[in-house]
């Protein structure tokens, strides 16, 4: 007995040890190694040219009401400060990091490798750091500012061989006008006002430490400092533009003080010339982001024209982009594959109307129920922000853009779609084509009730 013992032990432990390699393997295999730019590409450590493709997680740090389960079209800020109003920082913050923990979870960063992507662009909102908007830190037990959330996020992506793209998406002080920066229709960030000083200082400050903290950090592709400046307020970008310009380069010298490794984004959103150019202020080892939401495919052609004709001696990325009214997907993604652009969809997840039939979505849900901000018990609010809300649960599918998306994470790009306007689009099989162009209607007509709904509220102007 004492023999047969001896030599079972001795056979698992020989198992245990033949493993061990292919675990080394298996983990090293996914090893990231720091980018920079080299003119207009982004390359590794090796000089390797790397091309980012992948998706954004939005809803993630900064939620908007059309995809997100609650339902304020003026902005997640009010409903964030109504539930400090009812429940207090804390609990309300505590309440905010269940939402995060269940609406992104490992199973996510597993699902988007396995589509064949490389990146994800992860929206934050310096709340998800910060109780207030004069740069008041959370911190942990040991008063250390408490980036535990975002060091979980570095390691899954990590972990599953995925660039990190951190974007703050939501500014103390408003970047913007509109809802996705935290209240729409308040954007105070470029005055010439001493509170606008005071926001612009406490951003700084937050980027200086993102930056002390994650210079060493491989797996991170770049920062990406302000989404959408400016960018959707037509009316007023002209009298800001100078602010935005010379704020934006003292974010990028106060960042090289601290990193001079990692890659800068610049957002231009949705023109080369929204921001200056490298040669302006003498920056270097930047992307240029802009974001395409047009609805015809030769005005997408032209203005990736523009991006190439722009003679910025930098690589552009698409951070952001949906083919609205006539555009195709077939057209958008072979055209930047053709082009050697990187992308990020907008956006992995969606909750709501037809979310589960949406392009806009790899996986929706039309079945997640909402939260009552101002009458929801806080127990009601945890079970509402709970597990439910996990893609790997009962509410959530996957939709048909996932399955088509797949076709182009590898670089690949239709001819046909390039020659016709994506009217011949071959990507995939006929049956996910079909089914994508049925989501596509579905899609449409989701936006349009959207704007209708923001319209009726004074939210979309």
């Not at 911190?139 to 060091?151: A, C, M």
């Not at 704020?247 to 490794?261: A, G, T, W």
């Not at 009962?394 to 009217?423: R, W």
């Amino acid at each position: 007995m004492k023999k047969t013992t001896s030599r079972i032990i001795s056979l698992l432990l020989t198992a245990v040890f033949l493993l061990i390699p292919l675990t080394v393997n298996a983990s090293s295999g996914n090893k990231l190694s720091l980018l920079h730019t080299d003119g207009e590409k982004i390359v590794n450590a090796e000089g390797k040219e790397i091309t980012l493709r992948g998706t954004n997680f939005g809803g993630w740090g900064i939620m908007e009401d059309w995809f997100c389960p609650y339902t304020n079209p003026s902005g997640e800020e009010d409903v964030y400060l109504k539930l400090v109003e009812r429940f207090g920082i804390n609990k309300t913050h505590e309440l905010f990091k269940l939402y995060r923990s269940n609406w992104i979870t490992e199973t996510d960063y597993k699902n988007a490798a396995a589509l064949g992507m490389n990146t994800i662009r992860l929206p934050i909102w310096y709340r998800n750091f910060q109780s207030d908007d004069k740069g008041t830190w959370y911190r942990d037990s040991k008063g250390r500012i408490d980036f535990s959330e975002l060091d979980n996020v570095v390691n899954l992506c990590k972990k599953y061989g995925l660039y990190l793209i951190i974007d703050l998406h939501g500014l103390p002080g408003y970047q913007n006008d509109y809802d996705h920066c935290g209240r729409s229709k308040s954007m105070s960030l470029f005055d010439d006002t001493p509170e606008a000083k005071q926001y612009r200082k406490v951003v700084i400050d937050f980027w200086k430490e993102i930056a002390k903290r994650y210079k060493n950090e491989n797996t991170i592709a770049m920062y990406d400092l302000m989404n959408e400046p400016l960018g959707t307020n037509i009316t007023r970008d002209g009298s800001f533009q100078q602010t935005f310009w010379d704020f934006s380069n003292d974010l990028y010298k106060e960042i090289r003080k601290i990193d001079k490794n990692h890659i800068i984004c610049m957002e231009a959103i949705w023109d080369p010339s929204a921001i200056a150019s490298p040669d302006v202020y003498g920056w270097k080892n930047i992307v240029y982001q802009e974001h395409l939401y047009d609805i015809t495919n030769p005005t997408i052609l032209r203005k990736v024209n523009e991006i190439k004709n722009a003679g910025y001696n930098a690589p552009f990325y698409i951070g952001e982009f949906y083919p609205r009214g006539l555009t195709t997907f077939g057209y958008m993604l072979s055209l930047f594959n053709s082009r050697d652009m990187s992308w990020t969809t907008w956006t992995y997840k969606g909750a709501g109307p037809d979310a589960d039939n949406s392009p806009w979505f790899i996986y929706g849900s039309s079945t997640v129920e909402k939260i009552d901000f101002e009458n929801d018990s806080y127990k009601t609010l945890q079970k509402k922000f709970g597990e439910c809300l996990r893609t790997d649960g009962d509410k959530f599918t996957k939709t048909a853009f996932a399955d088509y998306v797949a076709n182009f994470t590898n670089g690949y790009y239709d001819k046909a779609s390039l020659v016709t306007f994506g009217l011949a689009d071959n990507a995939g099989t006929f049956e996910n084509r079909t089914e994508m162009f049925s989501q596509k209607l579905t899609a449409i007509k989701t936006t349009i009730l959207d704007w209708i709904r923001k319209l009726s509220t004074g939210d979309l102007l």
